[in-house]
């Protein structure tokens, strides 16, 4: 049919069938969102997430045969697409930053409105962050708020890394592109990535979102 879309195709994990049951007809009481499994325990999430490679994935962090928290971990060695959303009656800021290192894409409480719900898997499904009740269009600077402030009285630790690699990564941080880093030093676009690759090889990092996440932990940029 003309206009028609394709659905968002999800799987609820959780170890309690009643949430699961509730949560399978809300979502599929709305337009363009299909449950296409159910897991009731980290093994079984992974069997679920192979088998069907939904687009999204509501993961409990309370789980038995593996955390959310495990299963995270796990998905992201397996090398699956699936974006994962947490949904947690609680959660620490420690355990927030760390599901955001192993790739979860939304943090969601648990008691949060089904509208609330529904944003979150529209946002992650678009390639954004969700992190409890707002889309995070600025991650970093959410990254910034969620850091333990003790951290900052820590010594720090260069890692080997060069003034200038320094300098680069406090750019990569502000939100710089390769373009824009090489036109605010003054360098090629080529040697902006060189630099790039050496700071990764120095912090044993892959991507740009990992890099942050070390920076920040690290206290390897001033803060503003």
Request: proline share 2%.
């Amino acid at each position: 049919m003309e206009g028609q879309t394709t659905p968002i195709e999800i799987v609820i994990a959780d170890d309690h069938p009643v949430f699961r049951e509730g949560l399978r007809r809300l979502l599929e009481s709305e337009e363009g969102f299909r449950v296409v499994s159910e897991a009731c325990d980290g093994e079984e999430t992974l069997r679920m997430v192979r088998q069907y490679k939904p687009r999204i994935l509501l993961l409990d962090v309370s789980m038995p045969k593996g955390t959310g928290l495990d299963t995270l971990r796990a998905l992201s060695q397996s090398g699956v697409s699936t974006r994962t959303i947490l949904l947690t009656a609680a959660i620490e800021k420690e355990q927030v930053l760390e599901a955001l290192q192993l790739g979860a894409r939304g943090i969601v409480l648990k008691d949060a409105t089904l509208q609330v719900i529904l944003k979150s898997i529209r946002c992650v499904n678009d390639d954004q962050f969700w992190v409890g009740q707002e889309s995070v269009s600025d991650l970093i600077q959410a990254l910034r708020r969620l850091m333990p402030q003790h951290r900052a009285q820590e010594a720090k630790r260069n890692f080997g890394l060069t003034s200038r690699e320094l300098q680069v990564i406090g750019l990569i941080v502000a939100g710089y592109t390769n373009k824009d880093l090489a036109d605010k030093l003054g360098i090629s676009e080529h040697t902006a990535k060189h630099h790039l690759t050496n700071i990764f090889d120095k912090l044993g990092v892959s991507n740009r979102l990992e890099l942050v996440l070390f920076a920040i932990n690290h206290q390897l940029i001033k803060e503003e």
